[in-house]
């Protein structure tokens, strides 16, 4: 009897304890259910944004590596994009069912869902349509198992019962004991946030820890992915601003002016260049109408027809900025720009301009420089032929003038070419042994003629003996004869040219000294420079190009010599050439 109660005492005691267990065990089931439940929906609310943007610029590789790598680390079931119409986006589960190429046109609504364990989250991917995300953290498989085995086993022998009380029994500790293991490996610095969840046993502190895991890495994920979206939006900050600074700072360094105007042809940028072409700033141009940038009226009248609305037409003009010496002259090509506005290009032309003008001065000048000799020698001729039977002494006296204006032609001709020469940059000299005493002569015997017709007294001052020396004897008596030409050219009638040599056993030295116009300071500095010549109104009216001096002197330098003038405005000038004897000599760069 005590037998019969003991044993239904037990039995009672053992539904009791399976029904308090069930209880129990649904609950913590329902729990772990809703927490892989919110931890799916947490994933799938913080990844929409990031997988929409990453889609919106069409970076479909991205979003896949995104997805993966939150599929590895947080041992996601499911983690799907898909469009409206179900086709697949992205599946970090399932390679095969992801659709090789998307639609050109997405589906603008979204199919509703067949699925009810993934959270979805359906996202707008700007400009392009919707987008769904699925997520499934996935489900506590141990537990579900553990309960199935258990209610196989429960309900039955109080046997069973009492072998279930004790694994239910063993099954906590082991669980205390798995999430004290968890607790020492995270101390022992574990980031690996699945390593540290225990099985789900039939005890609530395994299902507890778990969510608290769970917690822990939906925690750490959010802000994994906040720091990529900071890390893209300042990337593409720093990226935006990079490409923006390079193009200014590109733009900047150019030396032609950039302007780029609005459509009501205001200015809306310029560049560093275009400030200074412009004589102004960029801070006051921008905003300034084109047209009160340009001082003169035919520049303004050209930026109105830009601004008229049906002319379309590329347009070039050139205009002078500034006045007096510092002005400048810009050549200006206007584009009309798609969609209204215009740019601006502009060029500082004003070398070319003054090179353009030397240029046609020294054809005109060559022109009449060649043409005196060549008549000269005509006329010479023609009197020969008419009258073979002339004088001796006659004869003599023509054939003179003749030999006198080939000469000249030679040294005009010379001289252009040297001149190319220079400008081309291949002057080149054929150094050999020059006795100079001939070379002083020649010269003296050219110029004395010139010299007598300017009613200048021409003096030479050579030492009884002169030395050999090592050079270009053509170009050398060129540069002679340039600083010679000038002093006749530039000292008005009844004045004096004399021109004193000396030479030691080092150097030659030259002095050419004329009671001339002169010239100021200011000119002195530049007259060796190409092109230049003196601001002196009687400068402009005798014939040259400005290439004379320069030319001497670059053949001076090639000697290993130098050339310098001293000048006194209104009084005279002298220049000075010291040519080394038997310097090495520079070969022209
Ligand atoms: P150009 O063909 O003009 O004479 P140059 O190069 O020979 O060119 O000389 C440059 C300028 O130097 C001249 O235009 C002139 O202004 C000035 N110059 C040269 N020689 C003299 C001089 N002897 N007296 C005054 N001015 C001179």
Redesign the pocket.
């Known amino acids: 009897m005590v037998g019969g109660l003991l044993i239904a005492y037990a039995g009672v005691v053992a539904v009791a304890t399976v029904a308090a267990w069930w209880g129990v065990h649904s609950r913590e089931i329902a729990q772990a259910r809703n927490a892989s439940r919110q931890r799916s929906d947490a994933i799938a609310a913080a990844l929409k944004g990031e997988i929409a943007e990453r889609l919106k610029s069409d970076d479909r590789g991205a979003a896949r590596a995104l997805l993966a790598d939150l599929a590895a680390s947080q041992q996601l079931t499911t983690a799907r994009v898909t469009l409206g119409d179900g086709t697949v986006v992205l599946d970090a589960r399932d390679a095969a069912a992801v659709a090789s190429k998307l639609p050109a046109k997405w589906p603008s609504s979204v199919a509703s869902s067949a699925s009810s364990l993934a959270s979805r989250e359906v996202v707008e991917v700007a400009g392009k349509g919707p987008i769904v995300i699925e997520i499934d953290a996935g489900e506590p498989t141990e537990a579900m198992s553990d309960l199935e085995t258990f209610t196989l086993a429960g309900g039955g022998l109080c046997v069973a019962i009492v072998i279930g009380l004790g694994i239910a029994a063993r099954r906590r500790t082991r669980s205390l004991a798995e999430v004290g293991d968890a607790l020492a490996a995270i101390a022992a610095g574990e980031q690996d946030l699945k390593a540290v969840r225990v099985r789900e046993a039939l005890a609530g502190s395994g299902a507890a820890w778990n969510a608290l895991v769970d917690e822990l890495s939906t925690l750490r994920l959010r802000k994994r992915l906040e720091e990529a979206s900071e890390r893209r939006t300042s990337a593409s900050v720093v990226a935006t601003a990079t490409s923006e600074d390079v193009v200014a700072r590109l733009a900047d360094s150019l030396w032609i002016g950039l302007v780029g105007l609005e459509p009501d042809m205001r200015v809306r940028y310029c560049n560093g260049a275009a400030g200074i072409f412009l004589g102004s700033t960029r801070d006051k141009l921008v905003g300034k109408p084109a047209a009160e940038c340009f001082s003169d009226a035919a520049a303004k009248n050209e930026l109105g027809k830009l601004a008229d609305a049906r002319s379309r037409a590329r347009l070039i003009f050139e205009t002078t900025v500034g006045e007096g010496e510092g002005a400048t002259v810009l050549r200006v090509s206007a584009r009309p720009l798609n969609g209204g506005g215009a740019m601006l290009v502009l060029e500082d032309v004003t070398q070319q301009r003054i090179a353009d003008r030397s240029r046609n001065a020294f054809v005109e ?1 060559a022109t009449h420089e060649l043409r005196t000799p060549l008549t000269n020698i005509r006329l010479c001729m023609e009197e020969l032929l008419d009258a073979p039977e002339s004088d001796v002494a006659k004869r003599a006296q023509h054939l003179n003038v003749v030999n006198q204006e080939v000469r000249r032609l030679e040294r005009i001709v010379g001289d252009m070419l040297s001149i190319s020469e220079i400008e081309a940059g291949t002057l080149q000299l054929t150094p050999a042994d020059v006795r100079l005493a001939p070379v002083f002569e020649e010269i003296q015997a050219d110029f004395t003629q010139q010299a007598k017709a300017k009613n200048l007294r021409l003096t030479f001052a050579l030492p009884p003996k002169l030395p050999t020396m090592v050079g270009d004897r053509d170009k050398l008596t060129l540069a002679i004869t ?2 010679l ?3 006749i ?3 008005p009638e009844g004045g004096d040219v004399t021109v004193s040599v000396r030479a030691d056993d080092k150097e030659l030295i030259v002095q ?1 000294a ?1 009671t ?4 100021s300071p200011d ?1 002195a500095s530049k ?2 420079e190409r092109f ?3 601001k ?1 109104p009687r ?1 402009s009216k ?11 002197r670059d053949v001076v330098k090639l000697h290993g010599g130098d050339i310098g ?1 001293e ?1 006194i405005k209104d009084k ?2 002298t ?1 000075t050439i010291r040519v080394p004897l038997s310097a090495p000599l520079r070969h022209a760069a």
């Open positions: 000048q340039n600083v030409g000038n002093a050219k530039y000292t050419i004329d001339g116009i002169g010239m000119d007259v060796f230049y010549r003196a002196d400068v005798i014939t040259g190009t400005g290439l004379g001096l320069a030319l001497a003038v000048s005279g000038s220049f």
